[in-house]
């Protein structure tokens, strides 16, 4: 059974300097791997998808992640950190053909002037 | 309309009541799933319907908990004799097929008194 698991449950940095969010993942099969953000009071929306192409994917707002399957780690990172970043991200799994897709705990990412 | 679109956006309940919850996916999307998020916890995926194959309900808590489509395009979420662990948001999303790729909705606070 494949499930995700977000290392950490909040995040702290300051605007400018990099984010970096935590998520290892465990499939029995080729994951497709996603990550979803909510701001307050807003809907989820996608952030960015990996589904065995490149590794290294880049999503909306500057963000991207990289698939490292002998880790088995799907982090994503931003180089430099925007207070509107602020928002509560979510790590996805799922497996292909299923459709079936299973998130994670979340972090909340707070981002200080 | 445009996108998913989830009803009643608020519900105040008695415990031991039966609550119907309503989700019109986006028109020609063939999946759609309901999540329940509580507060401070990540999204707990309950059920996924795609196309005419049949639901996988593994997520549904308990029997209290049923689903259906209908028509392949609105779904109703019933929940029998609420109880008060049952308050939560409850979010449908809808894709194109197994994309990965969800729409949310705006969800349905459910409050069981």
């Known amino acids: 059974a494949q499930s995700v698991t977000q290392l950490d449950s909040h995040v702290s940095v300051s605007e400018g300097t990099p984010v970096l969010l935590r998520c290892n993942y465990s499939?029995?099969?080729?994951?497709?791997l996603f990550w979803y953000v909510q701001h307050p009071n807003k809907g989820l929306q996608l952030l960015l998808k990996?589904?065995?192409?490149?590794?290294l994917v880049k999503g909306i707002n500057g963000f991207e992640a990289e698939f490292k399957k002998s880790e088995t780690s799907f982090h994503l990172t931003k180089p430099s950190a925007h207070m509107s970043d602020a928002a509560e991200y979510f790590c996805v799994v799922s497996e292909n053909n299923t459709g079936k897709l299973i998130f994670g705990q979340g972090t909340t990412l707070q981002v200080k002037p | 309309g445009a996108g998913v679109s989830q009803s009643p956006s608020n519900k105040v309940t008695e415990k031991g009541k039966d609550v119907e919850l309503r989700c019109d996916p986006i028109s020609g999307h063939t999946a759609l799933y309901w999540y329940r998020q509580s507060l401070g916890q990540g999204l707990e995926f309950l059920i996924y319907?795609?196309?005419?194959?049949?639901?996988?309900k593994s997520g549904l808590p308990s029997d209290r908990f049923s689903a259906e489509r209908t028509g392949g395009s609105v779904s109703t979420l019933t929940i029998q004799r609420t109880q008060q662990e049952d308050s939560a948001v409850y979010l449908c999303?809808?894709?194109?097929?197994?994309?990965?790729?969800?729409?949310f909705g705006e969800g349905s606070r459910l409050t069981v008194l």
């Open positions: 990996y589904t065995s192409a490149a590794t």
């Open positions: 499939s029995s099969y080729s994951p497709s």
């Open positions: 319907f795609q196309g005419n194959s049949a639901p996988d």
């Open positions: 999303a809808s894709s194109w097929g197994g994309s990965g790729e969800l729409f």
